[in-house]
């Protein structure tokens, strides 16, 4: 399974930023799939996760309200757009694919990883 994620870059403060990820290898429409960052210094953290058809979504409190999870099964893509940006969104987000069809917040209910995109936000 390979996870290609794309679209981070350098924005600023209530700013905006869309998040690709593409996958292949394995049936990309049964598993769940999510997103999570890791800053320097701190742990990996989750960020949204959205179920095998996309009708169940599950944000990390810090960005509800703020950030969407979507997926299109026909394309093999998920995506994360981000709204209203603060410096503490700061990291490197990764795409990964769920052991499960359901959303999960925990890493170790994933089993592949993307390499990662870096999401700056400047003050």
């Known amino acids: 399974v390979q996870l290609q994620a794309s679209g981070g870059g350098l924005v600023q403060a209530g700013g905006s930023l869309r998040l690709s990820c593409a996958a292949s290898?394995?049936?990309?429409?049964?598993?769940?799939m999510g997103w999570f960052r890791q800053a320097p210094g701190k742990e990996r953290e989750f960020v949204a996760a959205?179920?095998?058809?996309?009708?169940?979504?599950s944000y990390a409190d810090s960005v509800k309200g703020r950030f969407t999870i979507s997926r299109d099964n026909a394309k093999n893509m998920v995506y994360l757009q981000m709204n209203s940006l603060k410096p503490e969104d700061t990291a490197v987000y990764y795409c990964a694919s769920c052991r499960y069809s359901s959303t999960a917040r925990l890493t170790t209910a994933y089993d592949y990883w993307g390499q990662g995109t870096l999401v700056t936000v400047s003050s």
């Open positions: 959205i179920s095998w058809g996309g009708g169940v979504t």
């Open positions: 290898g394995r049936t990309f429409s049964s598993y769940a």
